[in-house]
């Protein structure tokens, strides 16, 4: 199930349990929200900036538990607070998704993958903690997997999307490996506009970080197996939808700027298929 800028992340599947499509919805609404606030529409930077203080504000009152003074926000915020307030979800999650999203405003590359890292650490880390907090398995163990799992997911959605990206003056890739491989930023230009093909150096840098998502996917993995009913099952089709995309890739030869790679229905069936049959390591 499809949701724009978290494309590889189901939100509130048929597979969810009733009582929970709710609050997930809530968590996904908000986070897409502030994304959009920092990514569409030509707004200034510095407005940019305002708008999500605004959120900030919005979640401080929220967990002082006032009303949301901002009418346009405040719909969205009394969802949020009920998920909050029924689930006891960290805030701090909430803040640290504002953080990332304030970063993508002004910061458009990353020096190796330790800042990048730190980037998924609150750009995408806090979705599947505040998931396995409504499940109620918000274990030690269970958080350092989910970890692993959706910085992959955060990873390969910059894998697939170096073109999209490149458009909002973004590169993801950490500059270190792209000095390792001899690409350079007007090698991605070159690449996005057409000029150029892609060449043995960039073939093999992305293979690379494919490889390195696909490890960080693996280690997660068995977060899948260790939850139990309807939810394992929905991520189970998570974790296999993005190693599905990660084979995508592969298939085009890392040419992500001709061939975007996606899930196609056939890709779902694949998936669900491998869902039934699945014994992660």
Not at 76 to 92: G, I, S, T
Not at 150 to 172: G, M, P
């Amino acid at each position: 199930m499809s949701v724009d800028h978290y494309e590889n992340f189901p939100v509130a599947s048929i597979l969810l349990p009733s009582s929970l499509r709710g609050p997930v919805e809530a968590i996904y609404h908000f986070a897409r929200s502030a994304d959009d606030v920092a990514d569409e529409g030509d707004a200034p930077a510095v407005a940019r900036l305002a708008r999500l203080h605004d959120y900030r504000l919005a979640l401080d009152a929220m967990e002082r538990g006032e009303a949301v003074r901002d009418a346009s926000l405040a719909p969205m915020f009394e969802r949020l607070a009920a998920a909050v307030r029924e689930h006891r979800l960290p805030v701090q999650l909430l803040r640290d998704l504002l953080d990332a999203f304030s970063q993508d405003v002004g910061k458009t590359r990353y020096a190796d993958f330790g800042e990048l890292r730190d980037y998924c650490r609150r750009s995408a880390d806090p979705v599947g903690r505040l998931l396995l907090h409504l499940y109620k398995a918000a274990t030690a163990d269970n958080l350092l997997l989910s970890d692993r799992i959706c910085t992959s997911l955060q990873l390969i959605n910059f894998w697939q999307d170096v073109a999209i990206d490149w458009r909002k003056n973004r590169v993801y890739l950490p500059q270190d490996d792209m000095a390792r491989f001899g690409v350079q930023d007007a090698t991605i230009a070159g690449l996005a506009g057409g000029s150029l093909d892609p060449d043995a150096g960039w073939r093999a840098l992305l293979a690379f970080e494919v490889q390195r998502a696909r490890a960080m996917m693996l280690e997660g993995a068995p977060l899948a197996k260790r939850l139990r009913g309807r939810v394992g099952w929905e991520l189970r089709l998570v974790v296999l939808g993005g190693l599905r995309i990660l084979e995508r890739i592969e298939a085009v030869d890392h040419d992500v700027f001709r061939h975007r790679p996606a899930l196609g229905a056939g890709d779902w069936l694949r998936i669900g298929w491998r869902a039934f049959n699945w014994k992660p390591a």
